[in-house]
């Protein structure tokens, strides 16, 4: 019997067999745009797209356009670590719209915030008993958890 995978590896097997891992991975600039260029650039920028190995990127002002010239190798460097290739040979900017990036959330989500009774616990516990893989474990045991704690909050909102 083969041992279970943990569920990150089974989906980028299953990407990189589809052949959709290397696209979504450099759209995965558009979520981490802030950490790879840093906030003062995040907020005066904005990826637009990705053709032919060229990022496109909408700058909010023609002054910043022409700063950023001056650090485009800086810029390619850091997105390139960031995929961990350099599946982007250029940037290209271009005057436009620049959307605020969205707040980032303040606190926790209120279910999360949930206690749970020493009863639920000790059936997740009797659940992973027989488990031996210490990352299959802890992963169950943080669903079962978060899934706990969700199915508390709705009952206790009716």
């Given amino acids: 019997m083969q041992k279970p995978q943990p569920i990150r590896l089974v989906l980028e ?6 052949e959709i891992d290397v696209p979504l991975k450099r759209y995965s600039i558009w979520g981490a745009w802030k950490e790879i260029v840093g906030d003062s650039i995040a907020r005066q920028t904005q990826p637009r797209a990705i053709r032919n190995r060229i990022l496109f990127i909408n700058v909010s002002h023609s002054t910043w356009i022409q700063q950023l010239q001056f650090l485009k190798p800086k810029l390619l460097e850091k997105i390139n670590d960031f995929l961990g290739e350099s599946p982007i040979q250029d940037i290209r900017f271009k005057l ?12 926790i989500p209120h279910w999360q915030e949930e206690v749970l009774d020493e009863e639920t616990l000790k059936q997740m516990e009797s659940h992973l008993r027989n488990i031996e ?14 899934g706990a704690r969700l199915e508390r909050s709705r009952k206790k909102a009716k």
């Fill in 13 to 18: 097997k299953t990407l990189k067999d589809l």
């Fill in 96 to 107: 436009g719209k620049v959307s605020s990036p969205p707040p980032t959330p303040s606190k």
């Fill in 133 to 146: 893989n210490n990352e299959v474990k802890r992963g169950l045991r943080d669903i079962f958890t978060k």
